[in-house]
């Protein structure tokens, strides 16, 4: 069994968007008041308090808040393992020693923008084209694929634009594909998206880039109306701003279900770079961190990773380290410039491009990696 997830546009009424972002601000709420308890705590009496304890605190607090009963008892209970989950992956930066543990913060107002049914058919289902929510109504969603497997949870978003999202994660059987012999290692760069160690390139289609102008444009006009307090044309700029960078992460995401489906599609063993990109951005110029941050890597490689798990394929993640200097045939380290786009080495006379010399050592690199 493996778990799916399936996210549909959903359509409200003035009313049921009301009472909707009302219980956003109820979870808002919650959340804030559990992660002051746990602080307070430990501060005061250097006492841990777990999920369970918070979980049990909700019937006092919608004693005192009673507007906490517009929300639905799972919804809260979830809230609550929300914050539980920020402290574990607190605790478990500390203890790896990262420098920046990012202890979790409080919910600003308007900052909290998803809530989470966790139990399907309790507090919500779907009817038909009907999304049954409770103290809601039903609420029209565009189903535009079915839903495959048995749904588990149900979470309903708000995006920055204003739209509403409803996301069901199922459960479903593996849909493994025929097995093939191809094997492909994978070098992700800026120039182009992506070059495979057979020599294909994936151009970089650069979705940033290309609207740049229009948020230069319409930032402009933000900041203008914000230094002359015309706070209602300050507002709808801010509205186009989010759904210009709403159509980018949609073009960006599409795209990286596209290339990374074709993959899967083609290959029985995919290997990549293990890249932390926002590390590279904090080393390179403005300009560069731009382009890395738009091309997003990242979210491509997990994008592949998931489909792998689900088709049967394999994908591994190797050390990326000296994979553009050393000669792919003969193992010589030839150092290079970040210009120098073609790999010569003096030593067996190779002459290849740079980023398909680079696919070869980390498709060999992941077979190295299987043999041990």
Known sequence: MTRKAYKYRIYLTKGQRR?????????????????????????????????????????????????????????????TQRVDLAFQSFFRRVKAGADTAGFPRFKQLGRYDSMTFPQYENGVRLDGDRLILSKVGAVHVVLHRPIDGTPKTVTLTRASTGKWYACFACETDAQQREPTEQIVGVDVGLLSFATLSNGQQIANPRF??????????????????????????????KRILSRIHERIADRRRNF???????????YQLIVFEKLAPQDMGARKGRGMRKSIMDVAWTQFIAMTISKAADAG??????????????????????????????????????????DHNAAINILQRGLQTLQT
């Open 208 to 237: 940033y880039r290309q609207d740049e102008a229009d948020l230069k444009r319409v930032q402009q006009r933000k900041d203008a109306a914000k230094n002359a307090e015309n706070w209602d044309e300050n507002r709808k700029q």
């Open 256 to 266: 990286a279900h596209q290339r990374s489906r074709e993959l899967i599609n083609d």
């Open 313 to 354: 394929r394999t994908v591994i993640l190797v050390d990326p380290r000296n994979t553009s200097k050393l000669c792919s045939r003969c193992g010589e380290k030839v150092e290079k410039k970040l210009g120098d786009r073609v790999h010569t080495c003096p030593e067996c006379g190779l002459v290849l491009d740079r």
């Open 19 to 79: 009472i909707l972002e009302q219980q956003l601000e109820e979870c808002r709420w919650v959340y804030n008041e559990t992660l002051a308890t746990r602080k307070r705590a430990y501060e005061d009496d250097q006492r841990s308090v777990d999920w369970y304890a918070t979980k049990r605190m909700l019937p006092e607090w919608k004693a005192d808040r009673p507007s906490l009963k517009t929300v639905h008892s799972t919804v809260l209970q979830n809230v």
